[in-house]
């Protein structure tokens, strides 16, 4: 079965900090890996994905993941951190039928 | 012009009734999911039909009844509403291929009281 692991369920950093939110993945075949975003009150929003391509994989509004296969990681970064990047971030798997395994998320706050 | 589309965004109703929410997506998509989300916010699907077929039914009671008149929409009837059943339901849409992204609706929050 596959399954996704966030480490921390809430991170706090300061502006212009670099974000770090880390995800650990589960899976008996090669993964295609997601990270999503949710502002409050909202749906979520694509941040970037994982599909074998290539390992380093760069997204939206500065976020960027690298896929560790011997590590079984898929951690989100970003050099600097905005004030609108305040959000819950979740990482998810892609399973059976095309549905979403997600984790538990993490909730980053970003201090001025 | 919002790719995924639900209504009610909110929904206050009391035990025991019945309600329903809708969901379109416009961007061509074959397959529509429902997602729950909890009071500490994880997520976890529900149901997914493939071109109008139930694929994915994932232990879900069976007050709760998807509905897929076509590709482009599914509701989600609940009848006899219970105090749990208060969360955050998300429709989505994607290609059924696992390499796809699902696009997310705004979301409806249900609070049964």
């Known amino acids: 079965a596959q399954s996704v692991t966030q480490l921390g369920s809430h991170v706090s950093v300061s502006e212009g900090a670099l974000v770090l939110l880390r995800c650990n993945y589960s899976s008996s075949v090669p993964p295609y890996l997601f990270w999503y975003v949710q502002y409050p009150n909202q749906g979520l929003q694509l941040l970037l994905k994982?599909?074998?391509?290539?390992?380093l994989v760069k997204g939206i509004n500065g976020f960027e993941a690298e896929f560790k296969k011997s590590e079984t990681s898929f951690h989100l970064t970003k050099p600097s951190a905005h004030m609108s990047d305040a959000a819950e971030y979740f990482c998810?798997?892609?399973?059976?039928?095309?549905?979403?395994?997600f984790g538990q998320g993490t909730e980053l706050s970003v201090k001025p | 012009d919002t790719a995924v589309s639900q209504t009610p965004k909110y929904l206050v109703t009391q035990m025991g009734n019945d309600k329903s929410i809708k969901c379109e997506q416009n961007l061509g998509h074959d397959t529509m999911y429902w997602y729950k989300q909890d009071s500490k916010k994880f997520l976890k699907i529900m149901f997914s039909?493939?071109?109008?077929?139930?694929?994915i039914n994932e232990t879900v009671p069976n007050r709760f009844s998807p509905k897929s008149p076509d590709k482009a929409h599914l509701n989600l009837h609940i009848n006899s509403l219970e105090l749990g059943d208060s969360a955050v339901y998300f429709c989505?849409?994607?290609?059924?291929?696992?390499?796809?992204?699902?696009?997310f609706g705004q979301g409806t929050r249900l609070t049964v009281v």
């Open positions: 989505a849409s994607s290609q059924i291929r696992a390499d796809t992204e699902a696009f």
């Open positions: 039909y493939n071109n109008k077929e139930l694929i």
């Open positions: 998810a798997v892609s399973g059976k039928g095309g549905k979403l395994i």
């Open positions: 994982y599909t074998s391509a290539a390992t």
